[in-house]
């Protein structure tokens, strides 16, 4: 009885329910959908949730751009880094000049030292002193050691000390500047050296015909009132000893008991006959 019962009941649905076709089915799926998608876009977001707010842009509406990842250069760092081997270049270049002009001029120099010694004239015109810079030349006169000059402080040989320039006065002659030597700073005044460190009466000079010094712009101004002079300006002690405006340094053989022997008695040490001129440019060619 059962059994009759069920297919009696499968016939009387299969009847009345309608058939569904699946493009009605496919149909119904779309706007159940799309229902759905419009409650979800008149829902308020929720605070604290990922929801999409009002200023959001879709990808479609805002295609993507293509962004460069690489670093932008300063354009004044590249120039300036362009700059550095064209300035190390001519720079380069001229101290290889300066080179060939150094090299010259200490040529020109050493050649006038392998000369024999000229007797100075009476009278020397002042303005061609630089076409005898580093001659050797030998002058007789008395020295002035009442107008005596210090120039200083000097080093010698790691001690500190100063240039003893004497005016030389020449018979029937100018008044010319010799530059005698380095004196320790303990002996730089006369009654403390030895008496043999003050020649009197005519003494012959042999030295160097030197051109007036340059002052660098280190080097403080002279005081000539105060007998305080730093730096040898010629024209200046010329005029403060009343003498010419010629340079003479003397010289001596260079020899270590010598010079520890003039040393000990305050006698100025001289230079030796040699050109000691700086010709650091093959140094700064290399550098840059």
């Known amino acids: 009885m059962s059994g009759t019962?069920?297919?009696?009941?499968?016939?009387?649905?299969?009847?009345?329910?309608?058939?569904?076709?699946?493009s009605q089915c496919h149909r119904q799926l779309q706007q159940q959908g799309t229902r759905q998608a419009r409650r979800q876009l008149n829902t308020k977001p929720r605070s604290g949730t990922n929801a999409e707010d009002a200023d959001f842009v879709s990808i479609v509406d805002a295609p993507p751009q293509?962004?460069?990842?690489?670093k932008k250069h300063n354009k004044l760092g590249v120039t300036i880094l362009a700059l550095i081997p064209i300035t190390a270049f001519v720079l380069g270049s001229w101290q290889v000049q300066r080179l060939d002009?150094?090299?010259k001029l200490i040529a020109k120099f050493e050649d006038r030292l392998v000369r024999p010694p000229l007797p100075l004239p009476p009278q020397i015109d002042p303005s061609v002193i630089d076409e005898f810079d580093y001659r050797r030349v030998h002058a007789t006169g008395h020295y002035r050691h009442d107008r005596e000059m210090l120039v200083g402080p000097r080093?010698?040989?790691?001690?500190?000390?100063?240039?003893?320039?004497?005016?030389?006065?020449?018979?029937?002659g100018s008044t010319i500047l010799v530059n005698r030597g380095w004196v320790s700073k303990e002996q730089r005044f006369q009654q403390d050296r030895d008496p043999t460190s003050l020649p009197r009466g005519d003494i012959t000079v042999s030295g160097l015909l030197r051109e007036p010094w340059q002052k660098n712009m280190f080097t403080p101004h002279n005081s000539p009132e105060q007998g305080k002079f730093?730096?040898?300006d010629v024209a200046q002690m010329a005029r403060y000893s009343g003498s010419?405006?010629?340079?003479?340094?003397?010289?001596?053989?260079?020899?270590l008991l010598e010079s520890y022997h003039r040393e000990e008695k305050g006698i100025p040490i001289g230079r030796a006959a040699e050109v000691n001129l700086r010709n650091n440019h093959v140094q700064y060619i290399v550098t840059w």
Do not use: C, Q
């Open 5 to 22: 019962n069920s297919r009696l009941l499968n016939a009387i649905f299969s009847v009345t329910r309608p058939a569904v076709r699946p």
């Open 66 to 70: 293509i962004i460069s990842t690489k």
């Open 101 to 103: 002009w150094k090299t």
């Open 155 to 172: 080093m010698h040989d790691g001690k500190d000390g100063y240039f003893v320039i004497t005016p030389l006065e020449r018979d029937g």
């Open 230 to 232: 730093y730096f040898p």
């Open 244 to 255: 010419e405006p010629i340079w003479i340094e003397e010289t001596m053989a260079p020899s």
